[in-house]
C-alpha cells in the first residue's frame, strides 16, 4: 500500500513539472509579450536573438512526447538525453544560419469522403524551431488578432465558438448564414502573399529567412521521393495552424472589421471554417460575391459544393454544420421554438465508429478494470467536446457504447461473461459517466449580450 501511494506520488509530481514546463517562458520573451500589447502597430526590426538555448528548451518541453517521430527517428525522450548540449549545438546552427530543416515524413490518414488527408511529421529538431517561432510569433500577433477568430488561440477554442455563433442566431435577428468552406486551404496558403502579411509586423530579415525556410521543408512520401514545398503549409508542422490564423487574419477578419461588420452583419471564424452572419438576404448574395472575389486575389478558392447560404429562420426547416454540431431549431415541452446544436451525424457515427474499433480490437489485450477505465476515458472526451445542454444526442451515444461494450465484452471468449441483467448490475457498481450526470456547457446563457 505504502508502494503503491509513494508511486502515485512521484507520477502526480511529474504530471505537475511537465505541466510548469509547458507554461514556462523566458524573461525576454514577457517583455516582447508587454511591448506588443503597448504598441499594436509597431514593426519588430530585432526578434531573431531571441532563439536561444533557453527559449529552445522552453520549446522542447511544450512538444506533445505523444506524437509520431520523424524521419530521423529520434524521440522526445532519446534527445533529452544530451538535452543541454544537442539544444546549444541546435542554438548556434540557427543563428549562424546554419540550419536547414529536414524533409518531413508524409502521413496518409482517411478521410469520411473516402479521400486522404495528408500529414507532414517533421523531425524532433524541426519541431523546436516551429514551436520556437510559434511561440514568437503568438506573441507578436496575439494582441492583433479579432475576438472573432476562435482557432489556435490560447484560453480559445471550439467552445467559445460554438457559443458565439449560438448567440448571433438564437433571437432570430440574423437569420441568412453563409456557410463557407475554403477548398484545400493549408495546401493552397501563397508564401509571398503570407510573407507580405507578415512583414506588417515584423521587418527583421532574418526571422523572415527563417520562416521561409521552414515554409519550403520538403515532404517525403510513402513511395521515398521527396516533394519541396512551393506552396501551402503542410498540416501537421507544429507553426502551421498560428501561419494560418495570421494568413486569415488579414484576408478575412481585418477586411471583414472595416467593410462588412456591423450589428447586422456578423462573423465567427475558427481556423478554416467560418461562418457569417446577416439580417437580410440581399445582403448575404452580394457579400458572399465580394467574399469570392477577396479569397481569389489572395489565392484562395471556395469550395462551391459545400458553401452556401442557409435561410436559418424559426419557421423554417433548414439546419447547417459547423465544427461538428448541426444547428438548427426544435421545440421545447411547450411547443416553442428553440436554437439547438446537436452533434452532426457524421461525427456522431464517426465517434460510435472509432469506440466500436477501439473495444472489438482491445477486449481481449487488456483486463475488464483496465477496458472499464479506458471507456469511461473515451466517453468523457467525447462530452468534453459535444457536451452542451441543447445537445440532444449525447443520450444516444452513451446507450450505443453500453450496447458496443457489452457485445464485445461477451466475445472476448466462447463463454458469455455477462448477461444484460449482469452487465446493467456492474454499470451500478462501477458506473459510466452518464451525460446528465457530466457538466455541460450551457449555451443558452446571457454572456454575449453586451457585443451582439
Known amino acids: 500500500m505504502e508502494r503503491r501511494s509513494r508511486e502515485k506520488r512521484k507520477s502526480q509530481q511529474k504530471a505537475w513539472l511537465g505541466r510548469r514546463a509547458k507554461q514556462a517562458t523566458t524573461i525576454p520573451m514577457l517583455k516582447l509579450r508587454l511591448l506588443a500589447q503597448e504598441a499594436p502597430s509597431l514593426v519588430f526590426k530585432n526578434i531573431f536573438h531571441l532563439l536561444k538555448t533557453e527559449l529552445l528548451e522552453a ?4 512538444l506533445d512526447e505523444r506524437k509520431a517521430v520523424g524521419i530521423d527517428g529520434v524521440s522526445k525522450e532519446g ?26 515524413k508524409q502521413l496518409l490518414i482517411p478521410k469520411a469522403n473516402g479521400k486522404m488527408r495528408s500529414i507532414a511529421i517533421s523531425a524532433l529538431e524541426d519541431k523546436i524551431v516551429q514551436m520556437a517561432v510559434a511561440m514568437i510569433l503568438d506573441t507578436i500577433y496575439e494582441p492583433l488578432f479579432k475576438d472573432v477568430s476562435t482557432g489556435f ?3 480559445r477554442g471550439c467552445r467559445q465558438a460554438i457559443q458565439k455563433i449560438y448567440h448571433l442566431l438564437k433571437r432570430n435577428y440574423r437569420p441568412y448564414v453563409v456557410d463557407c468552406d475554403i477548398q484545400s486551404f493549408f495546401d493552397s496558403i501563397d508564401h509571398e502573399r503570407l510573407i507580405e502579411f507578415l512583414g506588417h509586423r515584423i521587418s527583421d530579415h532574418r526571422m523572415i529567412r527563417l520562416i521561409r525556410r521552414l515554409l519550403k521543408t520538403g515532404v517525403m512520401t510513402v513511395e521515398g521521393q521527396v516533394n519541396i514545398n512551393s506552396i501551402g503549409s ?6 502551421s495552424p498560428l501561419l494560418a490564423n495570421i494568413y486569415l487574419h488579414y484576408v478575412i477578419d481585418t477586411w471583414f472589421e472595416e467593410n462588412k461588420s456591423n450589428y447586422d452583419q456578423q462573423m465567427v471564424r475558427y481556423a478554416d471554417d467560418v461562418v457569417f452572419c446577416f439580417k437580410n438576404a440581399q445582403a448575404a448574395r452580394s457579400f458572399l460575391a465580394a467574399l469570392r472575389e477577396r479569397l481569389e486575389a489572395n489565392h484562395l478558392k471556395l469550395n462551391e459544393e459545400k458553401t452556401k447560404i442557409v435561410k436559418f429562420q424559426k419557421d423554417q426547416a433548414q439546419s447547417f454544420d459547423f465544427l461538428g454540431f448541426t444547428f438548427y431549431w426544435g421545440k421545447t415541452r411547450d411547443k416553442l421554438r428553440l436554437l439547438k446544436a446537436k452533434t452532426s451525424a457524421k461525427k456522431l457515427r464517426g465517434a460510435i465508429a472509432e469506440f466500436k474499433l477501439w473495444i472489438k480490437t482491445s477486449r481481449n489485450r487488456y483486463r475488464l478494470k483496465e477496458l472499464w477505465k479506458q471507456a469511461a476515458e473515451k466517453i468523457n472526451g467525447h462530452y468534453a467536446y459535444y457536451g452542451t445542454t441543447v445537445n440532444n444526442k449525447l443520450g444516444f451515444y452513451y446507450f450505443t457504447c453500453m450496447k458496443l461494450l457489452h457485445k464485445w465484452l461477451n466475445r472476448r471468449s466462447q463463454k458469455k461473461s455477462f448477461s444484460w441483467p449482469a452487465f446493467q448490475q456492474r454499470l451500478r457498481d462501477f458506473p459510466l459517466p452518464k451525460p446528465w450526470g457530466c457538466r455541460l456547457l450551457q449555451l443558452n446563457q446571457e454572456v454575449f449580450h453586451y457585443a451582439i
Not at 533529452?80 to 543563428?95: F, G, H, M, P, T
Not at 503542410?234 to 507553426?239: E, K, L, N
Request: without cysteine; positive net charge; glycine residues 6%.
Open 59 to 62: 520549446a522542447f518541453h511544450r
Open 79 to 104: 534527445y533529452a538525453r544530451e538535452l543541454k548540449a544537442n539544444l546549444k549545438d541546435l542554438e548556434s546552427r540557427v543563428q549562424r544560419g546554419a540550419y536547414k530543416p529536414k524533409a518531413a
Open 153 to 155: 488561440r490560447s484560453k
Open 234 to 239: 503542410p498540416q501537421g508542422s507544429v507553426v
